[in-house]
């Protein structure tokens, strides 16, 4: 049974918004500008961001001077009683993600998990079961998911006869960041059609001279009803934003797209995400089931399984249980790459165990 924290007394009551952030994420360049639109900025959701924790020293004063409004607290479980929903959106931690949503799935608190989710499907089934126990909802997406181009592309699908593969390509910097883009766009197309039987993935390969960098192309395996099909996902760079064409039989495929130079980008991709955050704050339902965030997961993790541990052969899901992708950090980086934010500012193995334990690990 999914609980409902917010009541809308009035039209001009807003929610109230706890992040758990850090360098990296997007709460404070892009999400809290527009829940605390500066100066005479124009308000674009219902949402107002009125307390946060920091893990980073640092970014915590840079946070603070930034939103003076916003309360910092020195707990996160704090939080709890003075919101209506929480972001978790500090990458560099997302090891702790499962300790980090606990308190909140608990609570009831709506909870938002910002990508890439989980570093293992132990921990992404751990917090999907959490929710699930406390009638909790529970969410992680990418902008791409909530795009005109996605909804339109599974409604397309629904509409073909027989699945008999896809091509799609995603623009990005590197795939622990932004590749992952392009594969939940994928699953936002198809995620009815895997509820079906018509394509849960079962097997990837990862292409890749080096994942760091664009350029690079995974294969997935889907399971359909009578023989398996083909999908690949090219990562590119430049300004092309994301493509997927679903090929059916001879009556037709479904095409679509998301395009690298929209007017009003802002409003048709991140806004759209964050009015679906905000619909699940306020209701208490979530848009997406936990077989989808765990089948999302996998479809992320297994290809870095591929180019990391299998050299980019074609690997089983099977494979992912008991593996562990390293947060982003200097062990997996090469050359300066990938330059992402993310990974610019990782957490010592210390500051990690230190806060786990804080959080009663």
Not at 29 to 39: C, F
Not at 90 to 108: E, M, T, V, W
Not at 116 to 145: I, N, Y
Not at 246 to 259: S, V
Request: proline fraction near 7%.
């Amino acid at each position: 049974m999914t609980q409902r924290r917010f009541h809308r007394k009035a039209p001009s009551d807003l929610l109230r918004v706890g992040a758990i952030t850090g360098p990296g994420g997007h709460t404070f360049n892009i999400w809290g500008e527009k829940m605390n639109a500066p100066g005479e900025a124009m308000r674009t959701t219902g949402m107002l961001m009125t307390h946060a924790w920091c893990l980073n020293p640092d970014f915590r004063q840079q946070f603070t001077e930034k939103y003076p409004e916003v309360t910092l607290v020195d707990d996160p479980r704090e939080m709890i009683d003075q919101i209506d929903g929480i972001y978790v959106d500090d990458i560099n931690a997302i090891s702790l993600y499962p300790l980090l949503a606990r308190p909140f799935l608990q609570a009831g608190v709506p909870t938002f998990v910002n990508r890439p989710f989980a570093t293992s499907m132990v921990k992404g089934r751990e917090m999907v079961d959490m929710a699930q126990r406390h009638g909790t909802a529970l969410l992680s997406a990418s902008t791409w998911e909530s795009s005109e181009g996605a909804a339109d592309l599974r409604a397309k699908a629904a509409d073909l006869p027989d699945i008999r593969g896809y091509v799609a390509h995603n623009s990005m910097s590197d795939y622990y960041t932004h590749g992952l883009h392009g594969v939940w766009f994928i699953h936002a197309a198809l995620c009815d059609e895997i509820a079906r039987g018509r394509g849960p993935m079962q097997a990837a390969a990862y292409h890749a001279p080096n994942w760091r960098v664009p350029g690079g192309m995974i294969v997935y395996e889907h399971a359909g009803p009578t023989q398996p099909y083909y999908g690949a996902l090219h990562m590119v760079a430049g300004d092309g934003q994301a493509y997927l064409r679903i090929f059916g039989d001879q009556k037709g495929d479904a095409e679509g797209k998301i395009p690298g130079r929209p007017g009003y980008f802002m409003y048709n991709t991140w806004n759209a995400a964050q009015l679906a955050i905000q619909e699940m704050f306020e209701t208490g339902v979530s848009p997406q089931t936990g077989d989808q965030l765990l089948e999302k997961l996998a479809m992320f993790l297994l290809p870095f399984y591929s180019v990391l541990e299998a050299g980019g052969a074609m690997v089983g899901r099977e494979v992912l249980e008991g593996w562990e992708l390293p947060p982003p950090s200097p062990v997996l980086m090469e050359d300066g790459q990938p330059t992402d934010s993310a990974f610019n500012f990782p957490y010592g193995e210390a500051q990690l165990a230190e806060t786990a334990k804080m959080l009663g690990e």
